[in-house]
């Protein structure tokens, strides 16, 4: 797609050299986190939690009568800010309000937590508000379409009991989402956009079943390779895109604006992060994914934590970010895939200001 896979054998196997090189980094970074950590800490690593991964949630008519509300209101809320376009429109961003469009996310994914909690007591209802919640949010093509997706399953996953049957249920959903994934990419490429023309698009893969069957599973896990080969063909080595990558202020103040129209492969596919850091030199390219090891065992200690003191639901938002990190690593810029650990910090943060002053509360 976008011919990006038109590269010569000498840069490809290069390109994978590095991506080794960042394997090893990252693998050490771990290992020298395990090696420094306190002995409970090291037994927290140790400790199986298969079995405390799965919770039994009590959920009744209430809740599902909640969760239909809850549907409703943010259903008005995309016809209110979307209007007619969330049906059928010609360009992929229309001209509206993005900070309305950044609170129905959000509230489009609590929504797709709660409905997944009434699966167990309700299937069919659960499963109908979320194709409901699905149809709508596909008329925008965003990508977080995706993590809704793996949200509702991963759910009931972990609210299901622990047999081969519901893993195989996972895993098959797992496997489904990748092809998910890439058929949203590819709304973008469409002249035409909306519920209308995304749902219309489903009839051309059928009649060319097999070839889109192959190439989701080439664009799922290969593609990002490639759009990395592209950019660090095309970009520069800035130290300054480095530091207002990492830059935790919003993009107006951290400059990004200036800039971020310069940094990309084409109007659909941006430079990736790992494009980004490559780019840097193999020294800088070691030492992030370093650093990069370090954080990640960091959140797994407070994963294994949160699930240890019974706090599922914790651990499930910073393992989803996590994972988004590792995704937009590969298909976006290095900003938007940087901003993850700073999402997951500041869940870890508050978590903690409040149980500081959850017992001072108390005792006043």
Do not use: C
Request: no cysteine; proline share 2%.
């Amino acid at each position: 797609m976008y011919h990006f896979d038109e590269v010569g054998e000498t840069e490809f196997f290069n390109t994978i050299k590095m991506y080794m090189l960042a394997l090893i980094a990252f693998s050490l970074g771990v290992i020298v986190y395990y090696d420094l950590s306190k002995k409970h800490i090291k037994k927290l690593f140790n400790q199986s939690f298969s079995e405390s991964l799965h919770v039994k949630i009590k959920t009744n008519d209430n809740t599902i009568k909640f969760a239909k509300y809850l549907l409703l209101i943010v259903i008005s809320m995309y016809l209110l800010i979307y209007g007619k376009a969330i049906f059928y429109r010609l360009n992929y961003l229309p001209e509206i309000n993005r900070t309305a469009t950044s609170i129905l996310k959000i509230l489009s994914f609590i929504t797709t937590i709660l409905i997944a909690f009434t699966y167990k007591s309700n299937k069919k209802k659960s499963f109908l508000f979320f194709s409901i919640l699905m149809i709508f949010s596909l008329g925008t093509g965003s990508r977080t379409m995706f993590l809704s997706y793996i949200s509702y399953f991963l759910i009931i996953f972990i609210t299901s009991s622990n047999s081969f049957k519901n893993k195989l249920y996972f895993f098959f959903n797992l496997i489904f989402s990748l092809f998910f994934l890439a058929y949203v990419i590819e709304l973008r490429a469409l002249n035409e956009h909306g519920i209308i023309p995304y749902i219309s698009h489903l009839k051309e893969l059928d009649h060319n079943f097999k070839d889109s069957f192959i190439f989701n599973i080439y664009y799922s896990l290969v593609f990002g390779i490639y759009a990395t080969i592209k950019t660090l063909q095309e970009a520069s080595n800035d130290w300054n895109m480095i530091f207002i990558g990492i830059n935790p202020l919003p993009g107006k103040l951290a400059g990004w604006y200036d800039y971020a129209k310069n940094m990309r492969l084409n109007k659909f596919a941006p430079y990736t992060l790992h494009g980004r850091i490559f780019i840097m030199g193999k020294y800088f390219l070691f030492f992030y994914f370093f650093i990069t090891g370090l954080i990640y065992s960091y959140f797994e200690k407070k994963i294994r934590f949160y699930i240890q003191t019974k706090r599922r639901l914790l651990a499930f938002i910073i393992v989803l970010l996590l994972i988004l990190h590792i995704v937009y690593g590969f298909e976006y810029n290095f900003r938007a895939a940087f901003r993850y650990f700073y999402y997951a910090l500041f869940i870890v943060f508050t978590t903690y200001i409040s149980s500081v002053i959850k017992p001072y509360l108390k005792r006043n």
